[in-house]
């Protein structure tokens, strides 16, 4: 996941370098935020090697607090915000999808005139009108992990292109399944936008021929709550007999869905896979319920993040497509169309590597 400079960045930076004096930043436009004026800002000058500005203060608001996921992937973003000489604070509900909840987070850190913020979005459109409040108040607000409509945001994080996220983990059921049987997905909030879009990447590759004799059966949601993800599991057991394979591409609910094989009489035997985080599967792939799973580093994902916020707020980017940003150690990102910026390729676990991470 490590980048390192490329020759185009180098060559941009340079030739911007020498500009920068002329280019005017955009950190601090005013624009007023009704969807055109965030085209417009989006579309205005950056300089990328605008210094840095301090003493800035970015909220990071995530899908929910009680998480592993995002207790690392905001330590991710402390560390950066921190480390480039500005204050981090973090505000969320507990737990579940609770999208009023980041309705009022995203009020509050607007009244309270935060620079930036970085969210999680648990609802493409739901979360907008408080996020162009937001923008219309001068806040640089960067989506990661989970996008909105790219409107209501300048730039997103994302950990990997969906289509690569999804046809991981349909390869590794399909390795297990001898590429046969009845699948479902146990999912988390039902309108998370990367939960969607990696399902709808799952459907699309199940078109592929080597899918023929898999047929995805259905799709539940367990809100990221431990304990619905369970009783979804179990639910999913009961009502398909034929049932071969879940994927679940949530670290909650793969974890919650483990835990019920484990326990069960089709441990071994229905096979699972999707999103989770090494420290919570590593007994589950020790005892034999899970062979491998995938993801990506959560802390990178927010550190990446916490360098966007800054770099937007410095007026380094703007959210266009092209620009690029220099994210501490991981080195120079591109924004890709409409703003995203990705971290990099999944890894699969599997118990020959998961002793290697710790998170
Ligand atoms: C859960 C959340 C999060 C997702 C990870 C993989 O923690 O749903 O949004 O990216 O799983």
């Not at 690569?164 to 009845?182: C, T």
């Not at 879940?246 to 999707?274: H, M, R």
């Not at 927010?302 to 959210?319: C, N, P």
Request: hydrophobic letters at 35%; aromatic letters at 6%; a negative charge.
């Amino acid at each position: 996941m490590h980048r390192t400079p490329t020759r185009r960045a180098s060559a941009l930076v340079a030739a911007v370098s020498s500009l920068s004096l002329l280019t005017t930043a955009c950190g601090d436009t005013g624009d007023s935020a009704d969807g055109d004026s965030v085209t417009s800002a989006k579309n205005g000058e950056a300089s990328p090697n605008a210094p840095t500005r301090k003493g800035l203060t970015v909220g990071f608001v995530p899908k929910q607090l009680d998480t592993p996921y995002f207790a690392v992937a905001d330590q991710g973003g402390e560390r950066a915000v921190k480390g480039l000489g500005s204050s981090f604070k973090e505000v969320g509900t507990e737990q579940g999808a609770d999208t009023d909840g980041q309705v009022s987070h995203i009020n509050d850190l607007t009244q309270e005139k935060v620079d930036a913020i970085a969210i999680s979005a648990l609802d493409p459109s739901a979360l907008c009108d408080a996020l162009k409040e937001a923008m219309d108040a001068g806040i640089k607000v960067v989506t990661y992990d989970s996008d909105t409509k790219p409107e209501c945001r300048y730039a997103f994080v994302s950990p990997a292109s969906a289509e690569d996220i999804a046809v991981r983990q349909l390869e590794l059921l399909g390795e297990q399944l001898d590429y046969k049987g009845d699948i479902a997905v146990l999912s988390a909030a039902q309108t998370a936008t990367n939960q969607n879009s990696w399902i709808s990447s799952i459907k699309e590759e199940l078109e592929d021929p080597r899918y023929k004799d898999m047929r995805l059966v259905d799709v539940v949601y367990g809100d990221d709550e431990a304990q619905k993800s369970y009783d979804k599991a179990e639910e999913l057991l009961q009502e398909h007999a034929n049932l071969k394979g879940i994927i679940s591409p949530t670290t909650n609910g793969i974890k919650a869905a483990a835990k019920y094989l484990s326990q069960s009489e089709y441990k071994g035997e229905v096979k699972l896979t999707g999103l989770g985080a090494p420290n919570d599967m590593r007994p589950y792939v020790e005892d034999g319920t899970v062979e491998a799973f995938v993801l990506w580093d959560p802390a990178r994902l927010g550190e990446l993040a916490g360098h966007a916020a800054v770099a937007l707020a410095s007026g380094q980017i703007t959210g266009r497509e092209g620009q690029m940003f220099l994210a501490g150690d991981m080195g120079w990102f591109e924004l890709g169309t409409d703003g995203v910026i990705t971290l990099g390729d999944p890894t699969v676990f599997d118990a020959e590597n998961i002793d290697d991470y710790d998170f």
